[in-house]
């Protein structure tokens, strides 16, 4: 089993609809989890931090479950700019950072 | 604001080939990683270090060296290219494995590499 595991999609969405997706994490041990947006041909750029609570940014939710184990983001209003892989990060084992496959997300006019 | 830094960023290799990318960051990071990405697919961690001196393998370290000799870098050297290295190579950092506020990991521009 992979240690980080998301839906790659694609996840087809009108604009201005909201679109949610999970990433599940093997090692209950996991401290730190994050959302990363990575464009086409560009390198991964931090979305935002996933805390314990719950955060949002402006039109982003990201939310933790430790019980079950994933974290989710949530995209409201969405924009054809929104259009992107979507990567959860986590910090496993040892400390360093593991990466989900991303989620491919596809916005349409 | 210079971050993490690979060179070359496009090269194009012919079969049997070595060659060496080099990484760089400026903000005194303990940990850096190598990742590859083929087309429509994930990240892959090649290798990754903890500190100078110290590296060890991920999870597709097959046909690549590295080093870390000092703090700032971290090059992948190819031995013996074949085309299946044919993808993307991404550089990078970040401070510690530890959960503490800011902590994140910044990512070099990305080494297109062709082996043909």
């Given at each position: 089993?992979?240690?980080?595991?998301?839906?790659?999609?694609?996840?087809?969405?009108?604009?201005?609809?909201?679109?949610?997706?999970?990433?599940?994490?093997?090692?209950?041990?996991?401290q730190s989890f994050f959302w990363y947006?990575?464009?086409?041909?560009?390198?991964?750029?931090l979305l935002m931090s996933v805390y314990s609570s719950g955060n949002?940014d402006?039109?982003f939710?990201a939310?933790l479950?430790?019980?079950?184990?994933?974290i989710?983001l949530?995209?409201?209003?969405?924009?054809?700019?929104?259009?992107?892989?979507?990567?959860c990060a986590v910090i496993?084992?040892?400390?360093?950072?593991?990466?989900?496959?991303?989620?491919?997300?596809?916005?349409?006019? | 604001?210079?971050?993490?830094?690979?060179?070359?960023?496009?090269?194009?290799?012919?079969?049997?080939?070595?060659?060496?990318?080099?990484?760089?960051?400026?903000?005194?990071?303990?940990?850096?990683?190598?990742?590859?990405?083929?087309?429509?697919?994930?990240?892959?961690?090649?290798?990754?270090?903890?500190?100078?001196?110290?590296?060890?393998?991920?999870?597709?370290?097959?046909?690549?060296?590295?080093?870390?000799?000092?703090?700032?870098?971290?090059?992948?050297?190819?031995?013996?290219?074949?085309?299946?290295?044919?993808?993307?190579?991404?550089?990078?950092?970040?401070?510690?494995?530890?959960k503490t506020s800011g902590n994140t990991i910044?990512?070099?521009?990305?080494?297109?590499?062709?082996?043909?």
């Amino acid at each position: 089993r992979k240690e980080v595991e998301q839906d790659p999609g694609p996840f087809n969405v009108p604009e201005g609809a909201t679109v949610a997706f999970n990433c599940t994490y093997s090692n209950s041990a996991s401290q730190s989890f994050f959302w990363y947006r990575q464009d086409c041909r560009k390198e991964p750029k931090l979305l935002m931090s996933v805390y314990s609570s719950g955060n949002e940014d402006g039109r982003f939710t990201a939310q933790l479950n430790r019980a079950s184990q994933y974290i989710s983001l949530l995209i409201r209003d969405s924009k054809l700019s929104d259009s992107a892989t979507y990567l959860c990060a986590v910090i496993g084992s040892w400390g360093k950072f593991q990466f989900g496959a991303g989620t491919q997300v596809v916005v349409t006019p | 604001n210079a971050g993490v830094t690979q060179t070359p960023k496009f090269r194009i290799l012919k079969i049997g080939q070595s060659m060496t990318l080099q990484c760089a960051q400026d903000m005194n990071h303990n940990y850096m990683y190598w990742y590859r990405q083929d087309p429509g697919m994930g990240l892959k961690l090649i290798y990754y270090s903890v500190g100078a001196g110290i590296t060890d393998k991920g999870e597709v370290p097959n046909g690549y060296n590295v080093s870390r000799s000092t703090t700032e870098d971290f090059p992948l050297r190819l031995e013996l290219a074949a085309p299946s290295q044919t993808s993307v190579y991404f550089c990078a950092s970040s401070r510690t494995g530890m959960k503490t506020s800011g902590n994140t990991i910044y990512f070099g521009e990305g080494s297109w590499l062709t082996v043909v």
